[in-house]
């Protein structure tokens, strides 16, 4: 499985570890900024691994929608770690 043309490279690692440091904050993050409206969906079903831990989850919230000429939405994504209770 190949991914579709014109897809971004997002560094999910570095953008998980920023979150991180930073829990209950929201944070638009330079990557999230013009990314496609599927890219929600990523997030909330942690369909990359580096978004699937047990300590908490990643919301995402969609701010500034775009419609573009050739017909794609794409949106400015605001993000926030939410750790689980009890988690030091």
Do not use: Y
């Not at 999910?12 to 990314?35: C, E, F």
């Amino acid at each position: 499985m190949t991914r579709s043309a014109g897809s971004r490279n997002i560094p999910w690692a570095d953008i998980v570890k920023t979150l991180r440091s930073h829990p209950g904050q929201w944070m638009l993050l330079p990557p999230m900024i013009g990314v496609p409206i599927r890219t929600v969906a990523i997030i909330r079903e942690r369909r990359r691994a580096v978004l699937r831990f047990d300590d908490g989850i990643i919301r995402v919230r969609r701010k500034a929608t775009a419609w573009r000429d050739d017909g794609r939405v794409v949106c400015d994504l605001w993000l926030s770690f939410v750790p689980k209770e009890g988690t030091p």
